[in-house]
């Protein structure tokens, strides 16, 4: 036993130190809190799972440090350093030390204590990188042998290979007597030696008259002779089951070797039937929980009605009762911080933590659940009533309770959606429908709370174009270094804020700002598609797929555009001709509603031929010349329809279109919808941002 305790100990220690470990991560790269924490986390586990360990550390050669499961210090102010220093000159390590004393620091004074050592050269050839120890207490050693012994009868000693006691400090092994055996280890070379206590009547025992020989011998004879009478006495019985067992076993036999051994056959036969019962037993709970998972999401999506019969046969199954039902989706807020922050060990538990509070504390108030989680981050909780009055407030007052011990107790938090209320079975899909709605719009509300199904019904029909139209006016503006930009972008969350978008509404807007935002730099500054593909680009998907509200989601574009702008605007400077574009355009952004405005005017304002300078826009600006005019007209024509009541005809007459429809082509070729849609759409808007 305590062989194969410091081999599995070795192991381990061996497995913490292979090639790409979090462990020659610390020992190669720099100071870095977040690796020492790793390291010594990995240390701490190593202690957890074997009791007879006292300590482990790891030295660092690169910088002189030392690190064990509480802190990191210099190998100076370390005070088992004399025994690194020595370990690290020996040629071959991995062995386990004789008894030495252990340097340490207690209550402020320098001890000793007496334990045996166990280190290896990171790498194993040469130690250039570190050095992992592990020091078992001779103390512990011993309570443990303690433990599998009778010390009141017997005595138990262990010897290094030089004959020096373990527990007894300065002693060497006595010479063997006839009350002792001695195990010599094949692993570590100590020997250890068991003993009878007995005094005075062990030695009489062993030593004394040949009385006792003769009175065990009686006692064997007798016994002999007790167990012939009973079997004599019984045996027709035992041979009729003999008879029996021969005859079954001789139809199923194959191997010859076994013709007479009817005893094997009984052995093997219950030892089959205990194995099968075991394996039947795990099978039952396995087929027990795909069960429950399966009539869960059956019930949840309403796929029951073509297999009626079966379908009421699982619900009697499960000991439901007809009756109201209400369904709530709990989903873990951040899940990929969770993710990366705990093993999928810790994941599992943490589920299962949450899942037994749901339980118990329906139970603790008296309701009937069913509790399961249906996806990585999501636990759905029915609950089950016999009164419908006062359903929705038993749902929130056990999902409040959820998320309050959720909070208080553990590292991160919950959000839970509430659906609506359901008086049979087949609304209970509607009901998981509105809670799943309710917990998508928390990107919108915020996490660490409930939200009731009734704050996503009744919100006016999401208005996608205004969205879009807003997207690409941010786009245009920061490709063409506007700084008005920045406004544009708080306006877009501030307007998904108030109609409380849901999550994957949310999503396919931040998609599509991206990929209009990557055509634009690919058409506008080819040059800068590099870093918008290496840097911008993963950094804005990793916000949208990580941040679970939009201040996070706004912080972290804002950020990264304004980076983004940065490198346009400076290889916007570096290009050709780039302050005679910049006056043109700026002329250009005055002067659109002339109807004189051209190339040619421009060829001859700024003497440069046309060809030359339809070139230079499409470089600087990335448009042509006409596409850039009309986007500046059909800008103009956007606000006059915002802000004014003027008419469409007196806006296509302001534009330079002598017939109204082709303005209008123009403006639904570009916006999308015609003027007087996109008039009435705004009108919309603003009478729900100020409700």
Do not use: C
């Amino acid at each position: 036993m305590v062989d194969s305790s410091l081999k599995n100990i070795s192991i381990d220690a061996q497995k913490m130190i292979e090639t790409g470990g979090s462990l020659e991560q610390f020992l190669e790269a720099t100071s870095d809190r977040a690796l020492n924490f790793e390291a010594s986390n990995q240390l701490s586990n190593l202690m957890v799972r074997y009791g007879l360990i006292d300590s482990v550390y790891l030295y660092r050669v690169k910088d002189g440090y030392v690190l064990d499961q509480s802190t990191i210090r210099p190998l100076d102010q370390f005070a088992d350093r004399s025994f690194v220093q020595t370990s690290l000159e020996q040629a071959y390590t991995g062995v386990w030390s004789s008894p030495r004393a252990r340097e340490i620091i207690a209550q402020g004074a320098p001890a000793q204590i007496r334990v045996i050592s166990l280190g290896f050269k990171i790498p194993r050839d040469s130690g250039s990188l570190g050095y992992l120890m592990v020091n078992v207490k001779i103390s512990s050693l011993s309570s443990y042998i303690g433990q599998m012994i009778d010390r009141t009868i017997t005595d138990a000693q262990l010897y290094d290979s030089k004959g020096n006691s373990f527990f007894q400090a300065g002693h060497t092994a006595p010479s063997k007597n006839r009350l002792s055996a001695d195990v010599v280890s094949d692993y570590t070379g100590w020997t250890y030696r068991i003993s009878i206590k007995g005094g005075q009547l062990l030695d009489f025992l062993f030593h004394g008259s040949t009385l006792w020989v003769l009175l065990g011998l009686s006692a064997i004879v007798l016994a002999i002779g007790s167990m012939f009478y009973v079997t004599r006495r019984n045996y027709k019985p035992i041979e009729s089951i003999l008879h029996r067992i021969e005859r079954f076993s001789s139809i199923i036999k194959t191997d010859p070797k076994d013709k007479d051994n009817e005893f094997s056959f009984i052995d093997q036969a219950i030892e089959r039937l205990i194995t099968n019962n075991m394996a039947f037993q795990e099978q039952q709970q396995e087929h027990m929980v795909i069960r429950r998972q399966q009539f869960l999401q059956i019930l949840l999506k309403g796929e029951y009605k073509e297999d009626r019969p079966a379908w009421e046969q699982e619900w009697q199954h499960f000991g439901l009762s007809a009756g109201h039902f209400m369904v709530a989706l709990l989903e873990l807020d951040q899940y990929v911080q969770f993710g990366l922050k705990y093993s999928p060990a810790d994941q599992s538990l943490f589920k299962f933590i949450i899942s037994s509070v749901t339980v118990e504390t329906a139970e603790q108030n008296g309701m009937n659940v069913i509790v399961e989680w249906i996806a990585k981050n999501q636990l759905v909780i029915l609950l089950i009533s016999k009164e419908n009055g006062t359903l929705e407030h038993q749902m929130l007052h056990l999902t409040e309770q959820i998320r309050a011990w959720v909070e208080d107790h553990l590292d991160f938090t919950v959000t839970i959606g509430i659906g609506t209320a359901a008086n049979d079975e087949v609304s209970i899909a509607q009901s998981f429908e509105d809670a799943e709605a309710a917990v998508s719009i928390k990107v919108s509300v915020g996490i660490n709370q409930i939200i009731d199904s009734i704050e996503v019904k009744g919100r006016p029909d999401r208005e996608w174009f205004g969205y879009l139209d807003m997207i690409r006016t941010i786009v245009r503006q920061l490709r063409m270094s506007e700084a008005e930009w920045q406004h544009e972008l708080r306006k877009l969350f501030e307007e998904i804020t108030i109609h409380r978008l849901r999550k994957e509404d949310v999503d396919r807007l931040v998609h599509y700002f991206i990929f209009q935002l990557e055509f634009e730099i690919d058409g506008a500054l080819p040059e800068a598609m590099k870093p918008w593909r290496e840097v911008a680009k993963p950094r804005l998907s990793a916000a949208a797929e990580q941040s679970d509200t939009l201040a996070q989601l706004e912080q972290e574009f804002l950020a990264t555009l304004m980076q983004l702008s940065d490198n346009l605007i400076e290889l916007s400077q570096s290009r050709r001709h780039n302050a005679l574009m910049r006056e043109i355009r700026n002329y250009v952004t005055e002067q659109f509603m002339d109807s004189n405005l051209s190339l040619t005017l421009l060829s001859d304002r700024f003497q440069i031929s046309p060809k030359y300078l339809s070139q230079l826009f499409k470089e600087s600006i990335g448009q042509n010349f006409s596409d850039f005019l009309i986007g500046l007209r059909i800008e103009y024509a956007k606000k006059l329809l915002r802000e004014s009541d003027v008419t469409v005809q007196y806006i296509s007459e302001m534009m330079g279109y002598g017939n109204p429809t082709s303005f209008i082509r123009v403006f639904k070729k570009i916006v999308g919808i015609s003027p007087g849609q996109y008039r009435e759409l705004e009108s919309r808007r603003e009478d729900y941002s100020e409700r």
